[in-house]
């Protein structure tokens, strides 16, 4: 693992430590506006948001690129490949200096001054050439974990580019046809990213086995057609606001929720088949693999709540889809995401009171997700029943009882912020004693 390398995935870890210590601040600066005399609510979403997506997308291309190496026999790290890193490090640590000195302007999760975009788009053409040059190169035919990396790099480059079509007048100029294109490019993206860490597990999933099988074959092939038509279409379901046909939505839910099932399907497969000596050799990798598959059934579960119009009435545009956001982010992309860098810092290789301390602290996350993500949906449900149901108008009495819910939120995500940050400081310690 080269220096540069190493500063990157760094850089992730770090950035998962901004998105948890921003988050918390956020909430409790929500709930007791006098704490945020310095550093509004206002500021520290987005600070967090950014955070929170820069971990995800900086961790996902950490693996894609460690892996390939791997994958496609690689001898040396190709220059394009570092320019992309250092590039990429030093403008998502600049974003974070406009926001300090409060200047916004993009769109929603991306809120940066939209010239910061410039050299993003230039570090993603890097990395993709880079890519790509190793991929017409590569020897054997390339399996399923191939396949959803190259889409997710290409689509992530489309939706980039979709996603700052606002700068064009004429998409600008015409209020539906601008908030149209920022959601399903914003959807889009997910789909995007998901396909880089649904093929980094699936990766996982044939290292700890051993068996190339579950990467191979008609079901594994279906679920990459089910990512790439979720990736084109799922923007259905996030236009809720726009006057739209209601089999679009439907339609577009199914696709979404579809992909959900045949990826835990996968990992049931996975686990039946998995040897006990393979497994206690990759425990903790393992463990956060597994946690993913829990977090996959309980966001199916909300999706599919969410997806009946008649509580749809009720849910649209509050806390509910805040849990939707994070249980997705926190529960399945971050779980994935830390077993990938337990298998690439060789964690589970770690002196024994380290490993159990990363053991706690993932436990200690993962309890207090579950009750930050119920509160969530509580809030939700309180505030769609007095806003809807009840008719309430006056916005101070409508959330008083909201608030408390958002007590328990608030409480849980110190919980969340404790957990995974001695995961993530013990994965720097891991990343910082690496020889190569
Ligand atoms: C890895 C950790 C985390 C990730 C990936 C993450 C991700 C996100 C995302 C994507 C959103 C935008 C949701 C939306 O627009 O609907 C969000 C909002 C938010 N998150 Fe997190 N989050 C994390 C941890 C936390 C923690 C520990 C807290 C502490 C309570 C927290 C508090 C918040 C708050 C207050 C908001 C704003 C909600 C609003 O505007 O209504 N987050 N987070």
Redesign the pocket.
């Known amino acids: 693992m080269s220096g540069t390398f190493k500063l990157y995935v760094g850089s992730a870890l770090v950035m998962?430590m901004a998105?948890?210590v921003f988050?918390?601040v956020?909430?409790f600066v929500?709930l007791f506006p006098a704490l945020g005399a310095y550093l509004p609510f206002e500021q520290l979403?987005p600070m967090?948001?950014s955070a929170?997506l820069f971990?995800?997308i900086t961790g996902a291309t950490a693996g894609v690129m460690h892996y390939k190496k791997e994958v496609f026999g690689e001898a040396r790290e190709p220059f394009l490949q570092r320019a992309f890193m250092v590039l990429w490090m030093a403008t998502t640590a600049s974003v974070f200096v406009f926001y300090a000195f409060r200047k916004f302007g993009g769109r929603e999760y991306w809120e940066f001054p939209p010239l910061l975009g410039v050299p993003i788009l230039l570090a993603w053409l890097l990395l993709l050439v880079s890519y790509l040059r190793a991929w017409v190169r590569r020897t054997t035919p390339a399996p399923l974990y191939v396949w959803m990396w190259t889409t997710g790099l290409l689509f992530f480059l489309f939706t980039f580019i979709e996603q700052n079509l606002y700068q064009v007048p004429w998409f600008r100029d015409y209020y539906l046809r601008e908030l149209t294109v920022q959601w399903k490019s914003n959807g889009a993206m997910v789909g995007a990213w998901n396909q880089m860490i649904y093929g980094t597990a699936l990766f996982l999933m044939v290292r700890i086995s051993g068996d190339e099988g579950i990467a191979r074959g008609r079901k594994v092939f279906v679920f990459w057609f089910l990512g790439l038509s979720n990736l084109m279409f799922n923007w259905g379901h996030h236009i809720y606001n726009v006057p739209t046909a209601g089999w679009i939505r439907h339609v577009a839910y199914g696709i979404s929720m579809a992909e959900w099932i045949f990826l835990i399907n996968i990992i049931r497969g996975f686990r039946s088949k998995l040897d006990e000596h393979r497994k206690f050799e990759h425990l903790l990798t393992y463990r956060f693999l597994i946690a993913s598959e829990l977090w996959i059934f309980l966001n199916l579960f909300l999706a599919l709540l969410m997806s009946v119009p008649a509580i749809n009435r009720y849910t649209h545009g509050t806390?509910i889809?805040?849990a939707h956001?994070?249980g997705t982010?926190?529960g399945i992309n971050?779980m994935i995401l830390l077993a990938s860098l337990s298998n690439m810092l060789r964690v589970d290789e770690l002196p024994a009171t380290r490993k159990r301390w990363i053991g706690h602290g993932r436990t200690l996350a993962l309890a207090s997700l579950l009750v930050f993500w119920c509160a969530l949906i509580g809030a939700g449900m309180l505030k769609g029943y007095r806003d809807v149901a009840l008719g309430m108008t006056d916005f101070q009495q409508m959330m008083r009882p909201v608030l408390t819910v958002l007590h328990v939120?608030?409480f849980a995500?110190l919980g969340?912020?404790a957990g995974?940050g001695v995961v993530a400081w013990n994965y720097l310690g891991a990343l910082r004693k690496l020889n190569q």
């Open positions: 998962l998105a948890l988050g918390t956020a909430a929500f979403r967090h948001v929170a971990w995800i806390h889809t805040v956001a994070m982010t926190i971050t939120f608030a995500g969340v912020l995974l």
